[in-house]
């Protein structure tokens, strides 16, 4: 009868291993899967914060300063490395492709509030600006503005300047011209406020009417 437990026992071992083998094998498994599910997440948030910081960031319209342009529920993308991208947490920028030019929309943090605006730069450093009741002047010359809503009352600062564009600032205005907290009235924007340039719509929604306006989508501004 000592001759049958012996017996089992050995099949036991040759069937599946000493009893308790297969743990430890499934939980360097287990750790194996953990380690590369945290490689690839890390790599997804390293790979989305740089793009976000230096290449493309998304922002969305919330109001009307910018009609008919864009529009209140535009989303759109803005080109954060074509003026050269900040370094974050230093005074640092990127080298950028090229310097603002008149008639770029920026996307920059305001100088007078804690929020990300979006205007038209309409006049660059060195320029002399004015505006008469809300025909625009750079340099002696009236500009051309197709794009110009005037909507309502003028307000006062439909007249403003003459006045020259300080060094390292731009004049940034509303494309809704008589509906837009602009330049006329905070001052100069400073370029190292800029974030970058609007390029293209990727999605708008109607508040209004709770619809999407597909029509827009993959619009270029300009």
């Known amino acids: 009868m000592s001759g049958v437990p012996e017996t089992v026992t050995r099949g036991k071992e040759r069937?599946?291993?000493?009893a308790g083998a297969g743990r430890p094998a499934a939980a360097r498994r287990r750790r194996h899967w953990l380690r590369e599910y945290g490689e690839v997440t890390l790599t997804a948030l390293l790979l989305a914060f740089?793009?976000?910081t230096f290449v493309v960031q998304a922002f969305r319209i919330p109001s009307s300063s910018m009609e008919d342009t864009l529009q209140v529920g535009d989303f759109l993308l803005v080109n954060k490395f074509i003026y050269g991208a900040k370094v974050p947490f230093t005074h640092w920028h990127l080298p950028g492709l090229r310097s603002p030019q008149r008639g770029d929309i920026i996307v920059f943090r305001a100088p007078h509030v804690p929020?990300?605006?979006?205007?038209?730069?309409v006049a660059l450093p060195g320029d002399t600006v004015e505006?008469?009741?809300n025909v625009l002047y750079v340099n002696g010359q009236r500009v051309t503005e197709p794009f110009l809503k005037l909507e309502g009352?003028?307000?006062?600062?439909a007249n403003w300047g003459p006045a020259r564009v300080p060094p390292g600032q731009l004049l940034m205005l509303g494309d809704n011209r008589n509906n837009s907290q602009d330049s006329r009235y905070w001052?100069?924007?400073?370029?190292e406020r800029m974030k970058g340039q609007a390029f293209v719509l990727y999605w708008s929604w109607d508040g209004s009417r709770h619809l999407p306006r597909f029509s827009r989508i993959g619009h270029l501004i300009h």
């Open 15 to 18: 069937a599946g291993g000493p």
């Open 50 to 52: 740089v793009i976000r």
């Open 115 to 121: 929020k990300d605006f979006i205007k038209r730069c």
């Open 131 to 133: 505006l008469r009741q």
């Open 153 to 157: 009352a003028a307000p006062p600062v």
């Open 187 to 191: 001052g100069f924007l400073d370029m």
